[in-house]
């Protein structure tokens, strides 16, 4: 069955560490997306790349990067600098002509002690 | 630049009961407008979309929404709520933009059996 993981569901790391989400798709799409959630404030915009080896920065960038070396895999990090890491991050992929029709994974919980 | 607003945090309904659930964007043009569904700890679901015509949209599970131009809004709606409909739901405008979607900050919705 085609669709998105993400890995894990749940991650926990110490602050101050730099921490890599894993997303995949085998959607066969060239657009791929990051967002963050947060109780009471629906979701950001973190990254997105329409395109292997491209990216662009979404609405709250500071303190994450991303790679997309491969079309099917767009990972995040979540750097030392990003203040308040504690989120659930949901990846999302797309045809890039049809960046409004978006499917989601099922999300990672990230908590940071 | 676009937004959504969900008025409602939170609601609760008794199981067969009616349900609409509000949606109000602000765009200077006609835009695409989409509701979606999440799980407690999954990702998200699309219920319905708008793009243009007719504007009352059948979605999944029985849900409907119609887009309404002079009062910028789109509101959700189901004639008899299930327990089962239990979930937060954000509806969403896309307007081409920086290829992403803008999301209200989700109703979170209580069936009370």
């Known amino acids: 069955d085609g669709g998105i993981t993400q890995s894990p569901k749940y991650l926990f790391r110490k602050e101050g560490q730099n921490v890599t989400l894993s997303c995949e798709q085998n959607l066969n799409h060239d657009a791929m997306y990051w967002y963050r959630q947060d109780p009471g404030q629906g979701l950001r915009l973190i990254y997105y790349?329409?395109?292997?080896?491209?990216?662009q920065k979404g609405d709250i960038a500071e303190g994450y990067s991303v790679s997309r070396e491969k079309k099917e895999s767009f990972p995040l990090t979540v750097t030392s600098a990003q203040k308040n890491p504690t989120a659930f991050y949901l990846c999302a992929s797309s045809k890039v002509s049809r960046a409004d029709e978006q499917f989601f994974g099922p999300g990672t919980r990230l908590t940071v002690l | 630049a676009q937004s959504v607003t969900q008025p409602d945090i939170h609601i609760t309904v008794s199981e067969g009961a009616s349900l609409e659930l509000r949606c109000n964007y602000s765009y200077g043009a006609t835009p695409y407008l989409f509701w979606y569904v999440q799980s407690p700890g999954q990702g998200l679901q699309l219920l319905l979309k708008?793009?243009?015509?007719?504007?009352l949209v059948q979605g999944i599970k029985g849900f409907e929404a119609e887009f309404k131009r002079s009062q910028s809004s789109f509101n959700l709606r189901k004639p008899s709520v299930h327990w089962s409909d239990a979930a937060e739901y954000f509806c969403a405008v896309y307007t081409g933009t920086a290829s992403k979607l803008t999301f209200g900050t989700g109703t979170r919705l209580q069936v009370t059996l």
């Open positions: 708008y793009f243009s015509g007719d504007t």
């Open positions: 790349s329409q395109i292997v080896n491209d990216f």
